[in-house]
């Protein structure tokens, strides 16, 4: 089956650092990728859709300067949280949607956690 | 590690049928479950969790410990259900937390 992978799995930085999380389709090719956040004890947050080959498309409130996406390819996106805050460590989430099936279903990554000090 | 599983990649019922989609989980500890629903080309949003044990359009789940099983059911299914439906399991504890999704399963309700 389709899978989805993420690095890394956790990461610990300090406050001001920018990290940057991969998101990667491993047996297909996803022209769009979506990157989700989950906060604690809430439901799934959408923060920007990404689609290979053009900028993302971000959801009211998501700051596209400090989250910045890449889709440089169609087995990989990337997530980088700019100057990093306490008040983003998160749990963040990508999925990718494959191009050619038939459910038009999406493949979740495994997720990372970000800790910022 | 903790495991999800929904046996059923594809479900397809008439419209009128009772609905069951299977989650079961694999985990030491206690977790908390949640059901989560996409509709076509829609963005993935929260169906219902299992603290809150209530019904959201129609639909129920109830945790099973026995079985470790969160099967989410609904007795009359409506053409609007047909869906992705993603279980998923949270573990958490000590200020950590990591949400597990399934592989989903594709509810189609024929009229």
């Known amino acids: 089956g389709a899978v989805v992978s993420q690095h890394p799995s956790r990461v610990i930085c300090k406050s001001g650092t920018s990290v940057k999380i991969e998101c990667r389709s491993l047996d297909f090719q996803a022209t769009t990728m979506f990157w989700y956040r989950q906060f604690p004890k809430k439901s799934l947050m959408l923060m920007a859709t990404s689609n290979e080959g053009s900028k993302a498309t971000y959801e009211q409130g998501v700051e596209k300067d400090k989250f910045l996406i890449n889709h440089a390819s169609l087995t990989l996106s990337t997530l980088t949280v700019t100057s990093a805050h306490p008040e983003d460590s998160s749990f963040y989430i990508c999925?990718?949607?494959?191009?050619?099936?038939?459910?038009?279903?999406?493949?979740f990554g495994p997720g990372t956690r970000l800790t910022v000090l | 590690a903790q495991r999800v599983t929904q046996p059923e990649k594809l479900l397809s019922v008439f419209k009128g049928a009772p609905v069951e989609l299977k989650c079961n989980y694999s985990y030491s500890g206690s977790p908390e479950l949640f059901w989560y629903v996409q509709y076509s080309r829609q963005r993935l949003q929260l169906l219902l969790r299992h603290i809150s044990r209530e019904s959201i359009k129609g639909f129920t789940a109830d945790l099973n410990k026995g079985e470790t099983s969160f099967h989410l059911k609904k007795p009359f299914a409506q053409e609007e259900d047909s869906a992705m439906y993603y279980c998923a399991p949270l573990e958490s504890g000590a200020g950590s937390y990591q949400l597990t999704f399934g592989k989903g399963t594709k509810l189609s309700v024929i009229p």
């Open positions: 999925s990718a949607l494959a191009g050619e099936v038939t459910l038009d279903e999406q493949f």
